[in-house]
C-alpha cells in the first residue's frame, strides 16, 4: 500500500528565504508526482506535475524534483513571499486515483 | 461557468439523517472523485468513478454510496450521518484517474 509522508508538518519563515519542502512515498512504481497547493478554508489549486520519466519541473519561482528510486521528491520555493503561506500537499499518482500526503503548512511572514 | 462546483457549501445535519452532497463539472472529465480532509489525515478517497455507470471504492468507502448517471455529475450520500463523518468533502474531476485532477471549493459538513 502506498504511504505518501510529507515534512515538516509546519514552516515558518521570513519573507525572502528559499525554502525546501520534502515528500516521500514508499512505493517507487508511480505515473506522476504533483504538488498542490490549498489555501485555507478553500480547495486544491495543481501547481506541479512531474511525469515518473521526468526528474524535475518549474514554474516561476517553483522547482519541484523527483527522484523515483529513492521515493523522494522536494518543492523548492525560491524568494519567499507572504502570498505564498498555504498548506503544500504532494500527491503520488498509480493507474487510476491519487494519494495525498499530510501536508506542509506554511507561513511566510514580512 | 466552466469548472467544477459543489452544493451546498456548508451543511449540519443530525445523527442518522441521509445526505446527500452534489458535484458538477463541465468539462466532460470522465473521471471523478471524492474525498474528505480530516486534521491529520490530510485527503482521503472515498469512491471515484472512471466513467458514467462505473464507480470504484477509495480508501474509506464505509457509509457512504455514490452513482454516476451522468458523466457530468457525482453525488456522495451519506446514508444514515454519524459524528465521525463530520468533515471537509472535496470533489475533483480529471481525463485520466492518476493524473491531473481539478478540484471543486468543498463542502463542510457537520454531524451533531
Known amino acids: 500500500k502506498q504511504e505518501v509522508t510529507q515534512i515538516p508538518a509546519a514552516l515558518s519563515v521570513p519573507e525572502g528565504e528559499n525554502l525546501v519542502l520534502n515528500c516521500s512515498f514508499t512505493?517507487?512504481?508511480?505515473?506522476?508526482l504533483q504538488w498542490f497547493r490549498q489555501d485555507p478554508g478553500k480547495g486544491l489549486t495543481s501547481l506541479l506535475l512531474?511525469?515518473?520519466?521526468?526528474r524535475e519541473q518549474t514554474s516561476g519561482r517553483l522547482n519541484a524534483s523527483l527522484d523515483k528510486s529513492s521515493g523522494r521528491s522536494t518543492l523548492y520555493i525560491a524568494a519567499s513571499q507572504p502570498g505564498d503561506s498555504a498548506t503544500y500537499l504532494c500527491?503520488?499518482?498509480?493507474?487510476?486515483?491519487?494519494?495525498f500526503g499530510t501536508g506542509t503548512r506554511l507561513q511566510v511572514f514580512p | 461557468d466552466a469548472g467544477i462546483t459543489q452544493s451546498p457549501r456548508y451543511k449540519i445535519t443530525e445523527t442518522g439523517r441521509q445526505v446527500t452532497l452534489m458535484c458538477h463539472q463541465t468539462?466532460?472529465?470522465?473521471?471523478m472523485f471524492w474525498y474528505r480532509q480530516d486534521l491529520g489525515h490530510g485527503l482521503r478517497l472515498i469512491y471515484y468513478?472512471?466513467?458514467?455507470?462505473?464507480?470504484d471504492k477509495g480508501e474509506v468507502p464505509d457509509g457512504y454510496v455514490v452513482s454516476r448517471s451522468k458523466t457530468e455529475n457525482f453525488p456522495l450520500t451519506l446514508e444514515s450521518a454519524t459524528r465521525s463523518q463530520t468533515s471537509v468533502y472535496f470533489c475533483?474531476?480529471?481525463?485520466?484517474?492518476?493524473?491531473?485532477?481539478?478540484f471543486g471549493p468543498g463542502t463542510r459538513l457537520t454531524v451533531t
Open positions: 475533483a474531476s480529471g481525463s485520466s484517474g492518476g493524473w491531473e485532477q481539478y
Open positions: 512505493d517507487s512504481a508511480i505515473y506522476n
Open positions: 512531474i511525469q515518473s520519466s521526468q
Open positions: 500527491a503520488v499518482g498509480g493507474t487510476d486515483k491519487l494519494i
Open positions: 468539462w466532460s472529465h470522465s473521471y
Open positions: 468513478s472512471a466513467a458514467a455507470d462505473i464507480t
